[in-house]
């Protein structure tokens, strides 16, 4: 179990992970129950859609 303080796994490895099924959807993702192939641990990942780049600074 991840708790507060922990460290969580980082996504760049997509391959590591398969999908299980999708556990829900709201306005700015989709939240998908994975496993990871090489601990067999199940986790939650939240994909959040990506909107437009929002720029700083006059323009």
Do not use: W
């Amino acid at each position: 179990a991840v708790g507060p303080g922990m460290d969580m796994p980082i996504m760049h490895d997509s391959d590591r992970y398969e999908l299980v099924r999708d556990i829900g959807s709201g306005n700015f993702g989709v939240a998908r129950l994975m496993r990871d192939k090489q601990t067999e641990e199940l986790v939650a990942v939240k994909y959040i859609e990506r909107g437009e780049k929002v720029h700083g600074g006059k323009g």
